[in-house]
């Protein structure tokens, strides 16, 4: 009797075992295998604009660009939420939203990024 009992519980490790793996690899596969990506806020500073491409730059000194002028100019300031594409790189973060927030005078631009 103890022999079965032993038998059944080795079983049922080695069985835990082999399921254990190919449910966490289920799990991967839901997210296509990717990290999650998460949503953040800035704030940029627009810092040029060449035809529908508006180009502003972070208070932490990345340059990041969004299509559809509308009537930015530079000096404005947009509130944005980027997404981080799962990784830690800034420069691959994708921008989801962008909205005007207000404007910096010629003299107040100087201090934007320092």
């Not at 080795?10 to 990506?37: H, Q, T, W, Y």
Request: charged share 25%; glycine share 8%; hydrophobic share 40%.
């Amino acid at each position: 009797m103890k022999h079965r009992i032993a038998a059944r519980i080795e079983a049922m490790g080695i069985l835990a075992m082999v399921i254990a793996p190919f449910a966490l690899c289920m799990g991967n596969l839901r997210d296509n295998g990717r990290p999650k990506s998460e949503v953040y806020p800035a704030c940029g500073l627009i810092t040029k604009i060449e035809s529908d491409t508006v180009w502003f730059e972070t208070q932490t000194g990345n340059t990041f660009a969004f299509t559809g002028s509308e009537d930015y100019e530079p000096g404005d300031i947009v509130a944005v939420i980027f997404d981080d594409n799962g990784t830690s790189d800034v420069h691959d973060d994708s921008i989801e939203a962008v909205r005007y927030a207000g404007y910096l005078s010629d003299g107040e631009i100087n201090n934007w990024v320092k």
